[in-house]
């Protein structure tokens, strides 16, 4: 896979080793096993310690996937063929949560939590607000849990959390800031949440490698050539607590990588 962007690096320690973790938005994990390169050419290429999706619009047992070495959590939506995340890791985890006790959305397989022994994992596929902003009060809602949820996981040990966070935070990460402020996406309201969240003990890990860097985008709409003339977002994210960022060794943005709408994200990290 190619690099878009610049990466860190460290020395690492004798005792320590590194983890790959992966985050992609497939838009319809079926339907991403079907193209070419599909699914499991995609995972196999990535060979990643763990490997979290978003919008998989599936139940478990739905799709049966052969991943020798992995353990496979799923996160589903009441609603068929809606929403839904799941992580593939290589350790075992310790822990499993799928819901954050939010009053909204908490029925819709938006996160996957796994604790392992020196870290959270969190993999979150945060509600959109929906066109004209119809869905913005209960995004606020879930944000504001999500944010908590985060935190009381942080005062257990680090947190790595990652997906797609359906929003671009600055007017760098993306194409056309001036005509989406009012948009979903990119509202005052989304962004200034967002901000709350890093305020709140997170590290954004791939705008803190690359602070300058433009044209860096995660997701293209499906219209008017979006990709190919690179008009996209930055909505796809891994953060860290600000206690952690000290071990991240990289982050990428892998858009060489197609099947959906979105391409995966990684970063690398001691362990």
Not at 28 to 41: H, S, T
Not at 143 to 171: I, S, W
């Amino acid at each position: 896979m190619a690099d878009t962007t610049k990466t860190a690096s460290a020395p690492e320690a004798a005792s320590e080793r590194e983890l790959r973790l992966v985050s992609w938005n497939v838009n319809g994990l079926r339907a991403v096993m079907k193209k070419e390169p599909g699914f499991m050419q995609v995972f196999d290429a990535l060979d990643a310690d763990v490997f979290a999706l978003q919008e998989t619009k599936m139940q478990e047992g739905q799709l049966e996937l052969d991943l020798p070495g992995y353990t496979q959590v799923w996160s589903s939506a009441e609603r068929k063929g809606y929403s839904g995340t799941a992580v593939f890791s290589r350790a075992e985890p310790l822990k499993v949560i799928r819901q954050i006790g939010s009053p909204v959305a908490d029925d819709e397989g938006r996160v996957c939590a796994l604790e392992f022994e020196g870290f959270w994992f969190v993999d979150v596929y945060t509600p959109n607000s929906k066109q004209g902003l119809a869905r913005l009060d209960e995004r606020m809602v879930w944000d504001e849990r999500f944010r908590a949820f985060l935190q009381e996981l942080d005062r257990q040990k680090p947190v790595v959390t990652c997906g797609d966070f359906n929003v671009a935070h600055e007017e760098i990460d993306l194409k056309n800031p001036a005509t989406n402020h009012e948009n979903a996406g990119f509202s005052d309201e989304e962004r200034a949440s967002f901000g709350k969240l890093l305020d709140a003990g997170f590290t954004d890990t791939f705008r803190t490698l690359n602070p300058t860097l433009e044209g860096a985008y995660s997701w293209w709409s499906y219209r008017m050539r979006a990709r190919e003339r690179n008009a996209g977002w930055r909505i796809d994210y891994f953060l860290v607590s600000d206690r952690a960022f000290g071990r991240v060794t990289g982050a990428r943005i892998l858009d060489d990588v197609y099947g959906s709408d979105h391409c995966p994200v990684e970063l690398t990290i001691r362990a």
